[in-house]
């Protein structure tokens, strides 16, 4: 059969919205069984154990996923091939693990010969499945059920909405699980080293900001004049304020101050800056995460953010226009 650009359209756009059907029925079906496999898991986590996910065919695919998922969120798991595990793979398998078993239909002879072996081994055993009364749940300690009225498959034989369902339910328990043990960022960076998500993420501030000529420093008994000056020959939006004696930093005059108060004051050029400096402005270490900074940039709605040292002296400038660069915003 072929299709013209409107039918290949409306079939995409339809096999769409079943895969969407099939998602919002699975939310809304979502009850205490859920909680119930989200402490189990969390047990598991905590007591050391380790996560297993085992499925044949397209739910072997999503297995992986989410075992890959869960490790990614500091939650030790593994895939074991069904077949494999009845040659030797239970090797894997210890008392107090938790094992998560994928199958729609839950009567995959593969997977209920899994079932039965994994009890030998004192395993929690949770079904994810779309049949709540298949051999798979019944036999299961907890369920996590989906909703899929109809596959987008027009011969209804591909896992198109089930294996999507599936997917949608494990990414939930994953996520749920991570806000729970307040994993943050920092977490995630220290499990992704490679490439531009934990480049970005394992960022210092000091890694990023701006020093020597491009930090304008001058004193808070300067001028308006002087500040513009020192902004404009660091091309920055902000100069730093310190106290001569010390040389801590005491406030920042930005572009917006001058704007503010440039056309009501008269002799404006001349005032002193410390009249028109915010004082006590944010700032933050060089030795903090540059993703820190970023929450401070959001927090506060500012536009620069100075480093200071351990005395409180100005040695460097981040600029939020910085931050894209780094693939921080």
Known sequence: MTYDVASALARGRECIRIEMEALQNTAEAL??????????????????????FSGVGKSAH????LAGTFNSTGVTSCFLDATQAL???????AAGDLAVLL????????????????????????????????????????????????????????????????LALGD???MVLLERRGFTRE??????????????????????????????????????????????????????????SSGALTGILTDGDLRRHMLGTPGFLSQPVHCFMTRTPKSVRGDALAV?????????????LLVVDDAGR???LVDVQDLPKMKLL
């Open 187 to 244: 977490d995630f960076a220290r499990l992704h080293p490679a490439g531009n998500l934990g480049t970005a993420l394992l960022l210092k501030v000091r890694d990023i900001m701006r020093v020597g000529d491009r930090l304008p420093v001058m004193s808070d008994k300067g001028t308006i004049q002087e500040a513009i000056l020192g902004m404009t020959s660091a091309k920055a939006g902000s100069i730093a304020l310190v106290d001569e």
């Open 31 to 52: 009850d205490e069984s859920f909680v119930a496999v989200v402490e189990a898991v969390e047990a598991a986590q905590k007591a050391g154990r380790k996560l297993i």
């Open 103 to 166: 199958s729609n239909s839950g009567q995959t002879a593969e997977m209920l010969r899994l079932l039965t072996m994994l009890k030998r081994f004192e395993l929690t055993l949770v079904a994810l499945t779309g049949n709540s009364d298949s051999e798979l749940a019944r036999g299961a300690d907890l369920k996590l059920l989906y909703r899929v009225p109809r596959e987008a498959c027009p011969l209804r034989l591909a896992p198109t909405a089930s294996t999507t369902a599936a």
């Open 314 to 316: 100005p040695v460097g």
């Open 62 to 65: 999503i297995a992986q996923k």
């Open 292 to 304: 820190e900074a970023l929450r401070i940039f959001d927090r506060f709605k500012i536009d620069d």
């Open 87 to 93: 040659h030797g793979d239970l090797g894997l398998c």
């Open 172 to 174: 939930a328990l994953a």
